[in-house]
Nanobody, 122 residues
Framework: QVQLVESGGGLVQAGGSLRLSCEAS????????MGWFRQAPGKEREFLAQ????????FYTNSAKGRFTISRDKDKNTVYLEMNRMKAEDAAVYYC???????????????WGQGTQVTAFS
């Protein structure tokens, strides 16, 4: 059974930093890309960043570029999202996801974590 378990969320002051972790288990993720999303109250889920499991190739959306860094530790089967210079509008539930390279995040084969709450205050 595939599991993605996020951790590291919490309360952070604007300008501060937080590192989220996503521990992946249940299968080999070779050939997968791992992503971070977030969803704020009343808003749609927003894609932030992704990294390929094998080659470590990264991609960021404008919301994440310059402040967030995605990385993965293959030995620990864990993906990270380092968030710096945080803003109040970064407050959301952050989700980890995994899908095969070449598939859409909305495909039925995508795995999702349960999310971790991040609250940023001014």
């Amino acid at each position: 059974q595939v599991q993605l378990v996020e951790s590291g969320g919490g309360l952070v002051q604007a300008g501060g930093s937080l590192r989220l972790s996503c521990e992946a288990s249940g299968r080999s993720f070779s050939g997968y890309r791992m992503g971070w999303f977030r969803q704020a109250p009343g808003k749609e889920r927003e894609f932030l960043a992704q990294i390929t499991w094998n080659g470590g190739l990264t991609f960021y959306t404008n919301s994440a570029k310059g402040r967030f860094t995605i990385s993965r530790d293959k030995d620990k089967n864990t993906v990270y999202l380092e968030m710096n210079r945080m803003k109040a509008e970064d407050a959301a539930v952050y989700y980890c996801a995994a899908t095969t390279v070449g598939s859409s995040w909305t495909s039925g084969g995508t795995y999702w974590g349960q999310g971790t709450q991040v609250t940023a205050f001014s």
